[in-house]
């Protein structure tokens, strides 16, 4: 599948500068597609997996073709849930940066509905909104569709699934006919294609959906940690490994650039290859990774497709791309030449659902490990000594150091202590730059882990032990004045009021 890049799209400099924010170099091939059609007002009907870049594929062309002039509803997009709602408005919102008077307002259930009124009123040209919100808005007159030109159905089979269908259709049909219809979804199940031949005109269909691609033989692993953790794991698997050669890969150049410092900072020869560079800087920094001044190269997908070196020891996803063919184009820099490779991928939270979605895709299996101890660093750093050591026994022409050597051990110690000695100096020096206080086994996203506070109707937190508590002490008790018997003493008087006035308030409320 080619992809394009965005600045071969006939896109505005607004939305150029604002891609370019976000870290963008290159389109997905959903957006390579879809983008094209979209703004020559084409109705389409794409089927493509969540995290191809779906939301940018019909967000670009809708706001590249808002009549700015228009204050009213010009485009409807529909997501299945409210979360999805909130991440595709957010997307529109870093995509109009720079575009001047654009407002997308979101509505969704869960939301104070009055709040939702508020930010109508301030005429938006773009609705984000769930099925059921949006026919709320409908009834109660709120929002008018006479103006929409474009609606899309992002995630449209799960729509379905989830019992929108009639919703869906009340919604089409209140909105002019002479518009244009996207549907967007990752399967494509008999009832999606009664809604494209009842509602769609000639559309052009785009099916990115993964084929199984050749994997090369490489061992492929990943570990589930923090955001904060990325850089100290990436610094212990260096480490651990002995890697010589290794590829990083990052989404955006902004991060390209940040991490290549933060690696230089702990003493690695690091180089970064992004979009930015000219060919004059890309020819050298590439030079320097042949040659192995540069150990460590770290690039994005675009500027890593260029990268033919047959000797990288391994590949880090230190994030995971955002096309899932892109993870196959990056481990395959590695276990070339009939030579063994490694492959590791760094997932933080959600993420773990997208690799799942690529083992599927093709047919791998990528185990999880655990961040590798401090204890594992310094066993592999003096074997690591010891070679070096034994390497220089064998070589000789020790005679300069050896009178240095006979005066530590005039000083009582023996030969055993001061090699001990020495090989705990090199392994402390070299640990040094270790962060020991990052909790590995602290899950990526423990705070929505976290139990959720329950509230009372008054808005007041809920105590089940409390409750129960006081549910008990209000349990029925002898009434006094129903026997012949009278308290005996001030507490029984005190008690008998009480409970006489508990039976009065009971018989208010029945």
């Known amino acids: 599948m080619n992809k394009l890049k965005f600045d071969q799209l006939s896109l505005s400099n607004e939305i150029l500068q604002a891609v370019s924010d976000m870290g963008f170099e290159e389109a997905s091939p959903i957006q390579s597609e879809a983008i094209p059609l979209l703004m020559s007002k084409n109705d389409i009907i794409g089927q493509a997996q969540t995290g191809t870049g779906k939301t940018a594929a019909f967000a670009i062309p809708l706001l590249e073709n808002l009549d700015l002039d228009n204050k009213q509803i010009q485009a409807l997009v529909l997501c299945p849930t409210r979360e999805l709602v909130i991440q595709?408005?957010?997307?529109?919102?870093?995509?109009?940066?720079?575009?001047e008077n654009v407002s997308v307002v979101a509505i969704y259930g869960g939301q104070q509905i009055e709040r939702q009124f508020k930010a109508l009123k301030k005429q938006p040209q773009i609705i984000v909104g769930t099925p059921g919100r949006t026919m709320d808005h409908m009834r109660r007159g709120s929002i008018k569709f006479n103006s929409v030109n474009t609606i899309v159905l992002d995630e449209a089979d799960e729509m379905l699934d989830m019992g929108f269908r009639e919703d869906i259709e009340i919604i089409?049909?209140?909105i002019p006919e002479?518009?244009?219809?996207?549907?967007?979804?990752?399967?494509?199940?008999?009832?999606?294609i009664d809604l494209t031949k009842k509602y769609q005109t000639n559309p052009k269909i785009i099916n990115i959906t993964q084929k199984k691609l050749d994997t090369p033989k490489i061992q492929q692993v990943y570990f589930d940690i923090q955001e904060k953790a990325k850089l100290e794991v990436l610094s212990r698997l260096i480490d651990l490994h002995n890697i010589k050669l290794g590829l990083v890969f990052c989404n955006t150049k902004k991060q390209v650039d940040e991490l290549v410092e933060s690696l230089k900072t702990r003493g690695y020869f690091a180089e970064g290859l992004h979009g930015d560079l000219n060919q004059n800087q890309r020819d050298k920094v590439m030079a320097s990774f042949r040659n192995r001044t540069t150990e460590i190269l770290v690039a994005?997908?675009?500027?890593?497709?260029g990268i033919d070196v047959n000797d990288v020891e391994a590949v880090f996803n230190y994030d995971l791309p955002r096309d899932d063919e892109d993870y196959i184009h990056r481990i395959g820099r590695t276990g070339r030449a009939g030579k063994t490779g490694k492959a590791f991928t760094f997932v933080v939270g959600k993420q773990i659902y997208n690799l799942t979605r690529i083992q599927r895709a093709n047919g791998m299996n990528i185990l999880q490990q655990q961040v590798p101890s401090i204890?594992?660093?310094?066993?592999?750093?003096?074997?690591t000594f010891i070679s070096k050591v034994q390497t220089i026994l064998e070589q000789g022409h020790l005679s300069n150091y050896i009178n240095h050597a006979e005066f530590l051990m005039g000083q009582d110690y023996t030969a055993l202590d001061v090699a001990a000695a020495l090989i705990k100096m090199s392994v402390q020096e070299e640990s040094k730059n270790f962060d020991q206080t990052i909790d590995f086994n602290e899950p990526a996203g423990v705070d929505k882990l976290k139990p959720k506070k329950r509230f009372n109707e008054r808005g007041r937190e809920f105590d089940r032990k409390k409750f129960f508590k006081k549910q008990s002490s209000e349990a029925p008790v002898k009434n006094y004045k129903s026997s012949n018997k009278k308290p005996k003493n001030a507490n029984e008087q005190g008690f008998q009021k009480k409970t006489d006035k508990r039976v009065k308030n009971k018989r208010k409320f029945d």
Do not use: H
């Open 88 to 99: 595709v408005t957010e997307e529109f919102r870093k995509l109009a940066k720079y575009k």
């Open 172 to 174: 089409l049909k209140d």
């Open 178 to 192: 002479n518009r244009q219809t996207v549907m967007f979804s990752a399967t494509m199940p008999r009832e999606i």
């Open 300 to 305: 994005t997908d675009v500027a890593g497709r």
């Open 375 to 383: 204890n594992d660093l310094e066993s592999t750093k003096i074997n």
